[in-house]
């Protein structure tokens, strides 16, 4: 009996002290996989998925555009139809030109052609408005063209 | 005396966890993880900057392929249920070399015209222009001895001369700067059938 007692007045307490490395751990990581949110999204966002996507050279370079229905927030003011945001407000069809100017005068003068436009636009959205962005950022001269998609994991 | 030596003398850092914790759930919460991937294409130029020279194209170096406003597939005029056959069908359309009279005479001459209706759910599209992107992407792979998720990492990389020589030999690319096996592939401009 006298061996077990022994054991008993070991500390009952699990030592915490490598937890902070643990969660400080956590906390980097996500630091550096994450970027901080510019605009907030009013449009619906469901990315498609694909399979041979490609990355993005320069992160400098790329202006992003949202297209999709508007989140329930905003279909009192904005209706239930696809819309196309751009920053942090909705713009029309024919205001993408002048949007893409704005954005290339943000660059250096030699990048300005090389300008790309991240399309981040909601699976059930018609090609109909899909296609008449694209007609517009040709007549912008802005012709490189990204459709964000999320990697489809299952082959 | 003697008591106070057998103190701890570590700092109580029990609630160090707390305040990393705090700093972490910000985090998530501030943040979203960068997606800069997807597909990328290029646009053609401005019609009115195209000269408008009457372009011959033989018939039969065309690949149709057409999905409609309820996102059912046409290609080569024939109904298709899985857009994963596409890959093979487009692989042997270029691939061809004059052998099969109905495809194309070289993969130089090779089209692939994808048109889609103004009704068209996007998912479709990119489903599609995922599969077309996805054959040449193999064809140039195999023309180098690589996989196409290599090949396409290598298109990333191209600052680097082994990765350019190796992108230009899968592309064709001659001394003259001609591209022999060039991606041709062209988006119409949708119908208006399923239109709004």
Do not use: C
Request: glycine share 6%; proline share 4%; net charge negative.
């Amino acid at each position: 009996m006298h061996k077990f007692k022994k054991k008993t007045k070991s500390d009952p307490s699990i030592p915490t002290s490598a937890l902070p490395d643990i969660i400080f751990m956590l906390l980097f990581f996500f630091m550096v996989t994450t970027v901080l949110r510019e605009t907030t999204i009013n449009v619906e966002q469901h990315i498609p998925k694909a399979t041979e996507l490609r990355k993005l050279q320069r992160k400098s370079l790329v202006s992003y555009l949202y297209v999709g229905k508007p989140t329930l927030n905003m279909q009192a003011q904005f209706g239930k139809e696809p819309r196309i945001q751009a920053n942090d407000v909705f713009i029309a069809v024919e205001e993408i030109v002048g949007w893409v100017l704005q954005e290339k005068d943000k660059l250096d003068e030699v990048e300005r052609d090389q300008i790309t436009i991240a399309l981040k636009v909601n699976n059930e959205t018609k090609m109909g408005l899909i296609s008449d962005i694209q007609l517009e950022l040709r007549e912008a001269n802005a012709r490189k063209l990204l459709y964000t998609t999320i990697q489809d994991m299952d082959l | 005396m003697a008591k106070k030596k057998r103190a701890n003398p570590e700092i109580n850092s029990s609630s160090m966890a707390d305040i990393a914790f705090l700093l972490l759930i910000f985090f998530l919460v501030t943040t979203t993880i960068a997606n800069d991937r997807g597909i990328l294409m290029q646009l053609p130029p401005k019609p009115d900057d195209i000269e408008d020279v009457e372009i011959k194209l033989k018939e039969h170096n065309l690949f149709k392929v057409y999905v409609n406003s309820a996102d059912r597939l046409l290609v080569e005029g024939e109904p298709l249920q899985d857009i994963k056959e596409i890959r093979d069908m487009v692989k042997e359309h270029v691939l061809n070399n004059g052998r099969n009279e109905k495809m194309s005479d070289s993969p130089k001459d090779a089209v692939v015209s994808f048109k889609t209706d103004r009704g068209t759910s996007y998912e479709m599209y990119i489903g599609v222009l995922n599969e077309l992107q996805g054959a040449y992407y193999e064809m140039y792979g195999e023309r180098v001895g690589m996989s196409a998720a290599e090949w396409r990492t290598l298109t990333n990389e191209l600052d680097d001369p082994e990765n350019k020589k190796l992108y230009d030999k899968g592309r064709g690319k001659g001394a003259d700067g001609k591209v022999t096996f060039p991606m041709n592939i062209s988006i119409a401009e949708p119908s208006k059938i399923g239109g709004n």
